[in-house]
C-alpha cells in the first residue's frame, strides 16, 4: 500500500483547507486509513480517523467540529476538510492506514498504523 499526500498550505486564522490522501495498492481495501499531525517538537498526534466499516468518524477532541474526514472509495482517496483553522493547528499532516477497527485505542494509536504518507505542511499564521 501506498500512500500519497497533498493540499495544505498557508491560511491565516479562521480560514479553511483541504488535504488528501491518495492510496494505490490492491491490498489498500483491507485498510482504514486516518490522518495524523507533527507539530515542531511535539510527538505525532492523532487527528480523525474511519471505524472498521467506515460508517463512524472518530476525531481528536482539538479538532471536533471543525475537521472533517471524508473518502471517495472510487478513487481510494481519503480528504480531511479543516475549518476555522487555529495557529495550534500548524503542523505536518501526516495519512497512515492501519487494519480496521473500532476500539479508541487502536484508532489513536500511531503504532497501530502500518502504512504512512510522506507528510503535507499546514501552516495557520495569527
Known amino acids: 500500500v501506498q500512500l500519497q499526500a497533498s493540499g495544505g498550505g498557508s491560511v491565516q486564522a479562521g480560514g479553511s483547507l483541504s488535504v488528501s490522501c491518495a492510496a494505490s495498492g490492491r491490498a489498500f481495501s483491507l485498510y482504514s486509513v486516518g490522518w495524523f499531525r507533527q507539530a515542531p517538537g511535539k510527538e505525532r498526534e492523532f487527528v480523525a480517523t474511519f471505524s472498521r466499516s467506515g460508517g463512524n468518524r472518530y476525531y481528536a477532541d482539538s479538532v471536533k467540529g471543525r475537521f472533517t474526514i471524508s473518502r471517495d472509495n472510487a478513487e481510494n482517496t481519503v480528504y480531511l476538510q479543516m475549518h476555522n483553522l487555529r495557529p495550534e493547528d500548524t503542523a505536518v499532516y501526516y495519512c497512515?492506514?492501519?487494519?480496521?477497527?473500532?476500539?479508541?485505542?487502536?484508532?489513536?494509536?500511531?503504532?497501530?498504523?502500518?502504512?504512512w504518507g510522506q507528510g503535507t505542511q499546514v501552516t495557520v499564521s495569527s
Open positions: 497512515a492506514a492501519r487494519l480496521p477497527s473500532t476500539i479508541w485505542s487502536e484508532l489513536t494509536n500511531k503504532e497501530r498504523y502500518i502504512y
